[in-house]
T-cell receptor
Framework: EDKVVQSPLSLVVHEGDTVTLNCSYEVTNFRSLLWYKQEKKAPTFLFML????IEKKSGRLSSILDKKELFSILNITATQTGDSAIYLC????????????FGDGTTLTVKP | NAGVTQTPKFQVLKTGQSMTLQCAQDMNHEYMSWYRQDPGMGLRLIHYSVGAGITDQGEVPNGYNVSRSTTEDFPLRLLSAAPSQTSVYFC???????????FGEGSRLTVL
C-alpha cells in the first residue's frame, strides 16, 4: 500500500522567514510526486516532480525530489501572510494511474 | 472556463438517507476521482475512474457507489448516510499523461 508522510504537521512562522516542508513516501512503481496548496477551498497544483535532483521553482517556492532516499522538500523563502495554507504532498504510481495517494498535509501559518 | 463542477456545495442529511453528489468536468479528462477530507487527515481516495465504464475502489470505498457512463460525469452516491460520512468531498480530474489533479470547489456534507 502506498504511503505518504508529511512533516511537520503544522508550522507557525513570521513574515520574511524561510520554511522547509518535508514529504517522505513509499510507493511501488513510482511515477511522480506532486505538491498542492490548499487555502480555503480546493487544492491547487504547485509542482510535479519525476526526476531526482532537478529543482522546480516558481517565484519564492521551490521543490526537489530525492528518489534514492524517497523524499521531497518544498521550500518557501521570504514568506508572506498569503502563503498561509495547507500544503499537500501526493504520489502516483505507474501501476495505479489516475490514483493519487496524499499525505495529511502541513498547515503553515505566517504571522505579520 | 468551468473546469470541475460539483453540486451541491452544502448538504445536511439524516442518518439513513441517500443522496448523490454530482461532478462534471469539461476538460475531456480521462481520469476522475472522489476524495474526502476530514480535519487533520489530508485527502483520502474513495473511488476513481480511468475512463467511461471503468471504476475502481480507493482507500475508503465502503458506503459509497460510483458510475461513469460518460467522460464528463462521475457522480458519487451515498446509499445510507451515516454520521461517519460527515466530511468535505472533493471531485478531481486529470489527463492520462499528467498527474496534475484539477479539483472541484468541494461539497460539505453533514449527517445528523
Amino acid at each position: 500500500e502506498d504511503k505518504v508522510v508529511q512533516s511537520p504537521l503544522s508550522l507557525v512562522v513570521h513574515e520574511g522567514d524561510t520554511v522547509t516542508l518535508n514529504c517522505s513516501y513509499e510507493v511501488t512503481n513510482f511515477r511522480s510526486l506532486l505538491w498542492y496548496k490548499q487555502e480555503k477551498k480546493a487544492p491547487t497544483f504547485l509542482f510535479m516532480l519525476t526526476s531526482s535532483g532537478i529543482e522546480k521553482k516558481s517565484g519564492r517556492l521551490s521543490s526537489i525530489l530525492d528518489k534514492k532516499e524517497l523524499f521531497s522538500i518544498l521550500n518557501i523563502t521570504a514568506t508572506q501572510t498569503g502563503d498561509s495554507a495547507i500544503y499537500l504532498c501526493a504520489v502516483e504510481a505507474w501501476t495505479n494511474a489516475g490514483k493519487s495517494t496524499f499525505g495529511d498535509g502541513t498547515t503553515l501559518t505566517v504571522k505579520p | 472556463n468551468a473546469g470541475v463542477t460539483q453540486t451541491p456545495k452544502f448538504q445536511v442529511l439524516k442518518t439513513g438517507q441517500s443522496m448523490t453528489l454530482q461532478c462534471a468536468q469539461d476538460m475531456n479528462h480521462e481520469y476522475m476521482s472522489w476524495y474526502r477530507q476530514d480535519p487533520g487527515m489530508g485527502l483520502r481516495l474513495i473511488h476513481y475512474s480511468v475512463g467511461a465504464g471503468i471504476t475502481d475502489q480507493g482507500e475508503v470505498p465502503n458506503g459509497y457507489n460510483v458510475s461513469r457512463s460518460t467522460t464528463e460525469d462521475f457522480p458519487l452516491r451515498l446509499l445510507s448516510a451515516a454520521p461517519s460520512q460527515t466530511s468535505v468531498y472533493f471531485c478531481a480530474s486529470s489527463l492520462v499523461n499528467t498527474g496534475e489533479l484539477f479539483f472541484g470547489e468541494g461539497s460539505r456534507l453533514t449527517v445528523l
